[in-house]
């Protein structure tokens, strides 16, 4: 698999992305803490506070995502910003720092702070591959949704242990 688009290492980012599958999806953990925020319970909480509590007003998404958040626990809404980090990762049409200051935003709101020096928030990793074209802002509310019910999905099913056919990305 090509690790250069348009003479950038995008190196990093897949590496990111790999740490996210082994340690959140395949395992419970979280990127940013040493807690457990990747398991059916939190997901749940983070389902009925987002998914099931739709901001269909004329405010900006964090805005809004910040609302709709207020009822979570504080590791719901770190594993909301963890969600928004997987979401962020790999659009390059929104500036490095603009994804780290929403992050740190949504993490913030549980009573702690991110470090932006965290390693997977550094510019390297959060460059994005390519574009999400016009549609990424406008939709990203659907497109957050969507991760948070496929990874409810994933963690209701059985674990068979690390699955066999897990190949580096």
Request: aromatic residues 8%.
């Amino acid at each position: 698999m090509s690790r250069q688009v348009h003479d950038r290492d995008i190196a990093p980012t897949l590496a990111a992305a790999e740490e996210w599958v082994r340690a959140c999806l395949i395992g419970d953990g979280s990127l940013f803490s040493t807690a457990a925020l990747w398991t059916a319970p939190l997901i749940d909480e983070v389902h009925k506070a987002f998914v099931e509590n739709p901001d269909f007003g004329d405010a900006d998404f964090i805005t809004k995502l910040k609302g709709q958040m207020e009822s979570a626990s504080p590791s719901g809404l770190q594993l909301m910003a963890e969600m928004l980090w997987a979401l962020l990762l790999f659009p390059s049409n929104m500036k490095a720092e603009t994804k780290r200051r929403q992050i740190s935003d949504i993490w913030s709101l549980s009573g702690q702070r991110l470090s932006e020096s965290h390693p997977l928030l550094v510019s390297e990793v959060l460059a994005g591959i390519g574009s999400g074209g016009p549609g990424f802002n406008t939709y990203r509310p659907n497109e957050l949704a969507y991760l948070v019910g496929l990874t409810r999905d994933l963690k209701r099913r059985p674990s068979a242990g690390t699955p066999r056919n897990f190949r580096r990305l």
